[in-house]
């Protein structure tokens, strides 16, 4: 009898390690990968509800989207109009499963003037990501707020967020627009720069929906074939991103061990970054506002299309 059940007990513990899915996700170094860590590093000790995780951290979106179209990797964090994009681009083969990030741009300034938009008038601003959202975020916060750019104020576009801090470091009256974790750098490298205004909640104000940065997408063929690894991946998911609100200095460590920022930012930052997990309908109809917008300024922002239904999962 004990043979018998050794033997059964073997059986099952056999076709539970076969039923497990091994999943592998991308996802860049920054906030649309903040609220991975605590995933990433309980997949470390093994399976986590039935998954077997690998996942792969990148510098720029242009390294992860070959990753998605070859079929290299099942999920990716990305930003959220290139998700758009790449819908067009492989004729609905990717499906957005979640919003990973809201907005995480900020105004940033050499001393204490800006305390509102009105603030930037005859301003230069220092900025990088021109073509990408936050041009057009900025572009639409500075025009609804009736200031024009060339007129009433000023953008001088740089390469690399980088750039914008040694711009703002340089100049006295210097302001700039950057995303966390950047604008905490900026801050913790030289004592009179103050982040003066969040458009975040500008965005909110002006629009009545979020600004957003990040998604998390999944390609189409493996949703059809492991729905059951990914409502798992989506709990697991959940979990890691309460871990990151609710325990700062925890997820600054791993985002430090990780080597996404180093820890001592990331304390700071992580507040501001708006790791979240919105997915269903909620996810839909916040997406498919701001893409939009986003549209409505420059068609190519969004791949030349707003996506159709097929462009989001809502689990039905």
Not at 54 to 67: I, K
Not at 76 to 92: D, E, H, K
Request: net charge negative; charged share 20%.
């Amino acid at each position: 009898m004990k043979k018998f059940i050794f033997n059964i007990t073997v059986l099952l513990l056999a076709l539970a390690s076969l039923s497990a899915a091994d999943v592998s996700v991308a996802a860049l170094r920054g906030p649309t990968a903040m609220g991975m860590v605590y995933l990433m590093n309980e997949s470390e000790n093994g399976e986590v509800n039935g998954n077997s995780y690998t996942f792969q951290l990148e510098g720029a979106a242009d390294a992860v989207v070959p990753l998605v179209v070859k079929g290299d990797v099942d999920i990716a964090a990305i930003p959220a109009n290139l998700a758009s994009v790449l819908y067009g681009r492989t004729n609905g083969k990717i499906e957005v499963v979640g919003i990973n990030t809201l907005g995480v741009l900020y105004i940033v300034e050499n001393g204490d003037t800006v305390h509102s938009v009105e603030d930037l008038r005859g301003r230069t601003i220092y900025s990088a990501g021109k073509g990408a959202t936050p041009e057009y975020a900025l572009q639409y916060v500075l025009a609804s707020n009736g200031l024009k750019v060339g007129k009433d104020v000023y953008i001088e576009w740089k390469s690399e967020h980088a750039e914008c801090v040694a711009a703002l470091k340089a100049d006295p009256e210097g302001v700039a627009m950057l995303p966390q974790p950047f604008a905490t750098t900026a801050v913790l490298s030289n004592p009179d720069i103050r982040i003066a205004l969040d458009l975040n909640d500008i965005w909110e104000e002006k629009v009545g929906s979020v600004l957003i940065t990040g998604v998390t997408i999944a390609r189409k063929d493996w949703i059809d074939d492991n729905p059951e690894a990914l409502a798992a991946f989506l709990e697991s998911y959940k979990e890691s991103v309460d871990y990151a609100n609710s325990d700062t200095a925890g997820a600054a460590a791993l985002i430090g061990k990780y080597g996404i920022v180093p820890e001592k930012v990331a304390k700071i930052a992580l507040p501001y970054c708006q790791v979240t997990l919105v997915t269903g309908e909620e996810m839909k109809t916040a997406l498919s506002n701001y893409l939009s917008i986003l549209y409505s300024q420059n068609p190519q922002s969004t791949g030349g299309q707003v996506p159709d239904d097929g462009f989001y999962y809502t689990g039905e």
